[in-house]
């Protein structure tokens, strides 16, 4: 009896030759009781659709947008949008992200924004929030200008990345301009002028048989300690295996930090025969290039 009485609303849409849309708009307007299922859809009550069935066929064929979509066919911001969602100017769902699985999407009835677009637009275009993060992003990004030199072997200006660990401390005050500039200076002569990122994983040129030994017993070289481990690993039990994860590690960081204290010399040299580099040569703060 009673299934007769309800039906799902795609198949009410399809009975009737309606938009889901359609349907939906009607469920909004509260001319059509429904029922939601959860994971089943929705139902709705068959004799308030044929009683109202001519207005909900004069609905507009489409009544949801995306937010993204909408704000850029009615030139609003995200700001605008979502104070008018919170006012209750215009109604809204969340579904499942088209483009990323794991978020949600938010989708907006079109009628509410048209009927309420100008009101919409007189809503301040940011927030306090987006302003401070807008202000910071470009008082960052002229600081990076500020931190730019030119570099002869380029034949370009360098600027740090973002993510710079010397513009941050520039940033939060613990670091002079000009020395910050000679750190970055360095860094990208070492990176990009010497064969430090290469040489800095020919892990055996930087330690010593003995440093070896010293740490695997039976080892002679770092090479040999991982390929041991590589071979072995599968038979051996977790224990094990992170003892010789850390040793691995640990003669690892060593050869890292005698390449990069090896390439910093000679990235300096270049750097000053470049003649980049005005300050006294043999200031240490130079040369515990941290982070870079
Ligand atoms: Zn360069």
Redesign the pocket.
């Known amino acids: 009896m009673s299934s007769r009485r309800w039906i799902g609303r795609g198949r009410a849409a399809e009975e009737y030759g309606l938009t889901i849309d359609q349907v939906d708009y009607a469920i909004l307007l509260g001319l059509l009781r429904h029922k939601n299922l959860g994971k089943e859809g929705i139902i709705v009550y068959r004799e308030d659709l044929e009683r109202n069935l001519d207005i909900v066929r004069s609905f507009p064929k489409r009544i949801w947008i995306f937010k993204s979509e909408a704000m850029r066919r009615y030139g609003l911001s995200r700001n605008q949008l979502e104070l008018a969602m919170k006012r209750g100017l215009v109604r809204f769902k969340e579904v499942k992200n088209p483009y990323y699985s794991k978020s949600k999407a938010i989708m907006l009835v079109i009628p509410d924004i048209e009927a309420n677009l100008e009101v919409i637009k007189g809503y301040p275009k940011h927030n306090e929030q987006d302003k401070n993060k807008r202000r910071l992003y470009y008082e960052r990004s002229k600081l990076r200008k500020r931190l730019e030199f030119y570099?002869p072997?380029?034949g370009k200006k360098?600027r740090p990345r973002r993510d710079s660990q010397v513009v941050k401390a520039v940033w939060g005050d613990f670091m002079s301009i000009d020395i910050a500039i000679e750190k970055l200076i360095i860094a990208?002569?070492r990176h990009?002028?010497t064969d430090y990122d290469r040489d800095k994983e020919n892990i055996d040129k930087w330690i010593k048989e003995k440093e070896v030994e010293a740490t695997a017993p039976g080892f002679k070289s770092f090479a040999g300690l991982l390929a041991y481990y590589l071979e072995y690993k599968d038979e051996m039990e977790d224990y094990e295996k992170e003892d010789y994860i850390e040793k691995l590690n640990a003669l690892r960081r060593t050869a890292i930090m005698r390449a990069k204290e090896y390439y910093t010399e000679e990235a300096l040299r270049l750097a000053e025969a470049d003649g980049l580099l005005k300050r006294e040569k043999t200031q240490p703060s130079i040369r515990d290039n941290n982070g870079t």
């Open positions: 570099c072997m380029c360098v990208h002569y990009v002028h």
